[in-house]
C-alpha cells in the first residue's frame, strides 16, 4: 500500500496573520517617516519665512514706508509728513507671542520732527487702523524672547523689539529726523513674550520713552508645536553694515529648544 504524501501549498492563518502584522508596522513607520520630514520641511520653511519677514520690517523701517501719510504726535495735532515741526516716521516695533505663542504684530511708532534724539521725540505707536496683526506661519510658536542692553544685561526678558532711526544712545547722527540715516535696536523693558498682550502692548508703547531700552542684540526663540525642532533668530548691530546697521541671523537646533 503506498502513502501518497499531500503537498501544501499557501500560509497558513499564523503565517498570514504574522505576514499582516510586519507589513502593518512597516506601513506606519514609513507613515511616520514620512510625516516627520514633511513636518520638519513645514517648520524649517516657516521659520525662514519669519526670518525674511523681520528683513522686510527691516527695510521697510529704513525707506521710511508707514501705511498712512498723516501721524499724530503727543502733544501735536495729525499734520501730513515732512511738516515743520510736526510728526515724522521713527521706526516699527515688532510685538511677538502674547498668551497664544502665534501673534506677530507690527506697530510704526511716530514722534515730533523737532526732536534731537529718539526720547525728547516722545515717541508713540500710530493708530490702531495702521498696526499690522499676523500669526506665524505654520506649526511654529514663540518659545522665548530675550535681548542683551546696551547700557548692560543679558539675557533680559522681553516682548518686542524695535528698530529706530538714530544711533544706540538715542541721538539723530544729523540733528533731523529726516537727516538720520542710521538706524539702531531696542527692545521693550519689562515685558514678557507669554504675558504681554495688545492692551499692555498699547499703554508700553503710549509710555515708550521710559520703556524703550537701547539693545546690543534681541534672540527670538522660535519653537514647533508639531515637532521636536526649534530655531534662534538673532537680531543684532552691525554698525556700517546693511540694512542699516542691523543683521538678522538664524541657527537651527534639532531636539533642543534654542540651547
Same mark, same amino acid.
Given at each position: 500500500m503506498k502513502l501518497h504524501r499531500c503537498n501544501r501549498s499557501g500560509f497558513t492563518i499564523v503565517e498570514t496573520l504574522i505576514v499582516l502584522t510586519v507589513t502593518s508596522t512597516l506601513f506606519i513607520i514609513g507613515i511616520v517617516l514620512v510625516n516627520g520630514r514633511q513636518s520638519k520641511t513645514e517648520y524649517q520653511t516657516g521659520i525662514n519665512n519669519f526670518q525674511q519677514q523681520i528683513r522686510q520690517v527691516i527695510n521697510e523701517t529704513i525707506s521710511g514706508y508707514f501705511p498712512q501719510s498723516s501721524t499724530t504726535c503727543n502733544s501735536l495735532p495729525s499734520v501730513?509728513?515732512?511738516?515743520?515741526?510736526?510728526?515724522?516716521?521713527?521706526?516699527?516695533? &515688532?510685538?511677538?507671542?502674547?498668551? /497664544?505663542?502665534k501673534d506677530v504684530t507690527i506697530y510704526? =511708532? !511716530?514722534?515730533?520732527?523737532?526732536?534731537?534724539?529718539?526720547?525728547?521725540?516722545?515717541?508713540?505707536?500710530?493708530?490702531?487702523s495702521s498696526v499690522v496683526n499676523d500669526k506665524l506661519p505654520n506649526s511654529l510658536v514663540v518659545a522665548g524672547m530675550t535681548y542683551d542692553g546696551v547700557a548692560g544685561g543679558t539675557g533680559l526678558p522681553t516682548a518686542a523689539v524695535a528698530f529706530l532711526t538714530g544711533d544706540s544712545t538715542g541721538s539723530f547722527s544729523t540733528g533731523s529726523v529726516n537727516g538720520?540715516?542710521?538706524?539702531s535696536l531696542y527692545a521693550l523693558k519689562h515685558t514678557n513674550y507669554a504675558t504681554t498682550d495688545a492692551a499692555q502692548m498699547s499703554n508700553r508703547l503710549s509710555h515708550a520713552t521710559a520703556n524703550l531700552d537701547a539693545a546690543k542684540q &534681541?534672540?527670538?526663540?522660535?519653537? /514647533?508645536?508639531?515637532?521636536?525642532?526649534?530655531?534662534? =533668530? !538673532?537680531i543684532g548691530t552691525n554698525y556700517g553694515g546693511l540694512n542699516g546697521g542691523l543683521s538678522v541671523n538664524l541657527k537651527l537646533h534639532s531636539g533642543v529648544v534654542c540651547a
Open positions: 501730513s509728513q515732512g511738516s515743520n515741526y510736526g510728526c515724522v516716521f521713527l521706526g516699527k516695533v &515688532v510685538h511677538l507671542g502674547s498668551t /497664544s505663542g510704526p =511708532i !511716530t514722534g515730533q520732527q523737532s526732536a534731537t534724539n529718539i526720547f525728547t521725540a516722545a515717541p508713540v505707536a500710530l493708530s490702531a538720520a540715516q542710521q538706524f &534681541v534672540q527670538i526663540c522660535i519653537a /514647533s508645536d508639531t515637532i521636536d525642532q526649534s530655531g534662534l =533668530i !538673532t
